[in-house]
T-cell receptor, first 114, second 109 residues
Framework: DAGVIQSPRHEVTEMGQEVTLRCKPISGHNSLFWYRQTMMRGLELLIYFNNNVPIDDSGMPEDRFSAKMPNASFSTLKIQPSEPRDSAVYFC????????????FGDGTRLSIL | GQQLNQSPQSMFIQEGEDVSMNCTSSSIFNTWLWYKQDPGEGPVLLIALYKAGELTSNGRLTAQFGITRKDSFLNISASIPSDVGIYFCAGNSGYALNFGKGTSLLVTP
């Protein structure tokens, strides 16, 4: 079975550029989560969706970050404009949607902003 | 999010030894999860615990959900080199997970 699929796996870009990260959740999962992982702060939840609706975006660092889920099989996380401090690994995860269900993670996008 | 305290931060052991790591929280969780992360990959679910007091095994891994619902431990028996990685605990009290900072495990042959 296909797991959570993220693209690109790596992204290197200059500060000020727009960055778009993509995620395809596991089929049938109706909750989707975006995380950021850094050495200093560990895994931080940025936003999560249930049935394509954003439920909690309190973890989004600032207005430069936005996320969408136009349908059940696709989500994007966009950073515009990007800054060097946004450099991190960004993970997408999905779960079956009922409360307390385990989340399954993609392999992440390693983002470097120069 | 709620803070999870995971210990130890790192472990350096010899192949064949048993390993124990734990997580504590000041808050109650409904579910405790243990993940393993290899370099360049995402966290992979090892064990999920759903009931206070529950003891669950997955091969050489055993995890328990504390009676107070504020703690959990993970044991690895007879460690092997491929056990190397970072182990994360996570507590779930709804949709979102709260993660510990991880235990980095190194196993020498």
């Amino acid at each position: 079975d296909a797991g959570v699929i993220q693209s690109p796996r790596h992204e290197v870009t200059e500060m000020g550029q727009e960055v778009t990260l993509r995620c395809k959740p596991i089929s049938g999962h109706n909750s989707l989560f975006w995380y950021r992982q850094t050495m200093m702060r560990g895994l931080e939840l940025l936003i999560y969706f249930n049935n394509n609706v954003p439920i909690d975006d309190s973890g989004m660092p600032e207005d430069r970050f936005s996320a969408k889920m136009p349908n059940a099989s696709f989500s994007t996380l966009k950073i515009q404009p990007s800054e060097p401090r946004d450099s991190a690994v960004y993970f997408c995860a999905s779960s079956s949607g009922t409360v307390n269900q385990p989340q399954h993670f993609g392999d992440g996008t390693r983002l470097s902003i120069l | 999010g709620q803070q999870l305290n995971q210990s130890p931060q790192s472990m350096f052991i010899q192949e064949g030894e048993d390993v124990s790591m734990n997580c504590t929280s000041s808050s109650i969780f409904n579910t405790w999860l243990w993940y393993k992360q290899d370099p360049g990959e995402g966290p992979v679910l090892l064990i999920a615990l759903y009931k206070a007091g529950e003891l669950t095994s997955n091969g050489r891994l055993t995890a328990q959900f504390g009676i107070t619902r504020k703690d959990s431990f993970l044991n690895i028996s007879a460690s092997i080199p491929s056990d190397v990685g970072i182990y994360f605990c996570a507590g779930n009290s709804g949709y979102a997970l709260n993660f510990g900072k991880g235990t980095s495990l190194l196993v020498t042959p």
